[in-house]
């Protein structure tokens, strides 16, 4: 460690960054209670880069070697028209690079084996790390760890990676979190060292102590002093049998608790040691309770960190029939969304909500709304958030009822339209969410109205675009089957649901549509309806069972055509099928 000191202190030239390197020392050296030891995240932490390349250096951590380095990647990289963009993913395992068109892993480099990162100085934009390779991760963790800066001696290949960042504070945060998962991965090898020898020391104690316990003085008949062991039956030795598959040879074993928390990584802190053969098994309940209690802890941290997104699609067409035949159900459809939409904040203090209306002519964002949100006054036995969410969902509904267009003929509404403003208004706050924190999305559509068939290709567009990033869609059908939306929801992995009765709505909404995708395995929820996967036609916009495909442009139509009105390609007319020939008799 001492080693990681001495570059960031003496090598780089960003003050902040030394003096936020040196504060989060200073708490580890003080922090001598490994039981309070805080957890960090050990999950990755991934950058959108641009690779510009690499170079030798003759040296583990010369500024200027690397300064050199950094300027020669930076004028051979001048002559690619197009830098390849990639996604460099640190933490405490190492730097891994991602190529973010292929997904491809391009170079993976052990914690360990980094002697050198800084945001250049001459090119504020650049990141760059030195890497090097010194035989087996062991020894290149007890060189850091255990050794002086004087002591270290770096052999091997030392090679400069050189990335550019699209921002000068992106390159400073970047060459932090690198020095910050070093100190990750400090803190879980010193943890590690401390448990493992507290429960070294514990368990002599109590093999002393039952060995003490096992054996007493008895005076047999014949005056002979015999030492027995206790338990039932002789006072024979009695062979010891142990499972290892059990808690008590998880517990024995001195890397048990490090190693699930570093398994599947590709960075080894220790090699497992065999589990000793004990004469006497003594009683860890303790012991357990403190290592299951332990993890507890840690799983629920790891928990907290999560929040939910749920983007609510309202339809308020007035072209619908549960609307059109009783004004009032838009009302009651209306509150029971609103008491859903606070039951999912209640859930967690990290959750989110947005609230989209679809109507035949507009779209409109009910909450959360641009610029100041309303001044809304304290209500007794009421909290704050439930009331803003209440009153803005109301006034911003009633505005764009009271501003829409008569209707005077059956329209649809633009659903489609609204799904694809709810992914990307998701897109934008995966975007913009705290390096480290993990945002589950989903979107639940509620609607009455009629299939739209004319929205077919916008529909799988949204469908595949949120299978791609990851985002639940469910749907709750007021009305009529809807087989487009049925195909979405089996798509993403979402929940469909047709009601039969209005007036439980809000109830199916806290049973099916209120927990995670994650807990909804655990409930007994409605069967999974029968998928339509009909596709509907380009020429009249309905669903077909059998049609003619464009091999060109992949348009479906009903009909055949000799021209595809989508790319007009002219297709040849099919040939008449062939008559079978007749055999001939054969003369007998």
């Not at 633009?414 to 989903?442: E, H, V």
Request: glycine residues 6%.
């Amino acid at each position: 460690m001492a080693f990681f000191k001495s570059i960031w202190k003496n090598s780089s030239k960003h003050k902040k960054l030394c003096e936020e390197l040196a504060l989060a020392n200073s708490i580890r050296d003080f922090s001598e209670n490994h039981d309070e030891l805080e957890d960090g995240s050990n999950e990755a932490i991934s950058y959108g880069v641009k690779y510009l390349g690499n170079t030798p250096v003759p040296t583990p951590r010369s500024e200027n070697a690397t300064a050199e380095a950094v300027k020669s990647i930076i004028t051979a990289a001048k002559g690619n028209k197009k830098l390849q963009r990639v996604s460099l993913s640190i933490s405490p395992k190492g730097i891994e690079m991602i190529d973010t068109g292929t997904g491809e892993t391009l170079l993976q480099v052990s914690i360990y084996q980094i002697s050198y990162c800084s945001a250049d100085a001459n090119h504020d934009h650049v990141f760059a790390f030195v890497g090097c390779t010194l035989g087996s991760e062991a020894e290149v963790k007890e060189m850091c760890f255990r050794r002086t800066a004087e002591e270290i001696n770096l052999e091997g290949p030392l090679v400069c990676y050189a990335f550019l960042c699209q921002k000068r504070k992106m390159a400073q945060t970047v060459t932090l979190t690198v020095a910050r998962s070093f100190e990750r991965a400090f803190q879980i090898w010193q943890n590690k060292q401390f448990h493992a020898e507290r429960k070294r020391k514990d368990l002599e104690e109590r093999m002393e102590r039952e060995l003490r316990g096992s054996q007493e003085l008895v005076r047999g008949p014949n005056g002979v002093d015999e030492r027995v062991q206790r338990g039932e039956g002789t006072g024979e030795c009695r062979s010891l049998l142990i499972d290892f598959n059990s808690d008590l040879t998880d517990i024995c074993s001195d890397a048990h608790h490090h190693r699930e928390l570093l398994q599947n990584t590709w960075v080894s802190f220790e090699d497992d040691q065999k589990p000793q053969e004990f004469l006497a098994v003594p009683t860890f309940g303790s012991s357990s309770g403190w290592r299951n209690k332990h993890r507890g802890v840690q799983s629920t941290m790891e928990e907290n960190k999560d929040a939910s997104l749920l983007v609510i699609v309202l339809d308020t067409n007035p072209s619908q029939r549960i609307i059109r035949k009783k004004p009032h159900n838009l009302t009651q459809c209306l509150d029971s969304i609103v008491a859903f939409a606070n039951a999912h904040l209640m859930q967690k203090a990290q959750n989110k909500l947005a609230v989209l209306a679809c109507h035949h002519h507009a779209t409109q964002f009910l909450y959360p709304t641009p610029g100041k949100p309303l001044d809304i006054r304290q209500v007794d036995g009421q909290y704050e958030v439930f009331t803003l969410v209440e009153k803005t969902i109301k006034q911003k509904l009633a505005h764009m009822i009271n501003t829409a267009p008569p209707v005077t003929t059956p329209t649809e509404s633009l659903l489609a339209g609204t799904m694809s403003m709810a992914l990307c208004y998701i897109a934008r706050i995966n975007r913009n969410k705290a390096p480290g924190t993990k945002i589950n999305s989903r979107v639940l559509v509620v609607t009455g109205s009629n299939e739209c068939a004319s929205q077919y290709m916008t529909y799988m567009n949204v469908f595949f675009t949120a299978q791609k990033q990851g985002v639940v869609i469910d749907v709750c059908a007021l009305d009529k089957a809807l087989s487009l939306l049925q195909q979405g929801c089996d798509i993403t992995g979402g929940q469909y649901l047709r009601l039969e009765q209005l007036e439980g709505f809000l109830q199916y909404l806290l049973w099916v549509f209120l927990p995670d995708p994650q807990m909804r395995c655990k409930l007994v929820l409605p069967p999974p309806v029968k998928v339509d996967y009909r596709a509907a036609c380009f020429c009249h916009r309905e669903l077909i069972d059998i049609g003619y495909v464009c091999s060109v442009c992949l348009s479906i139509f009903c009909k055949f055509s000799p021209i595809c009105t989508t790319c007009h390609t002219v297709f040849k007319a099919p040939a008449p099928i062939a008559a079978k020939p007749k055999k001939k008799k054969l003369k007998t």
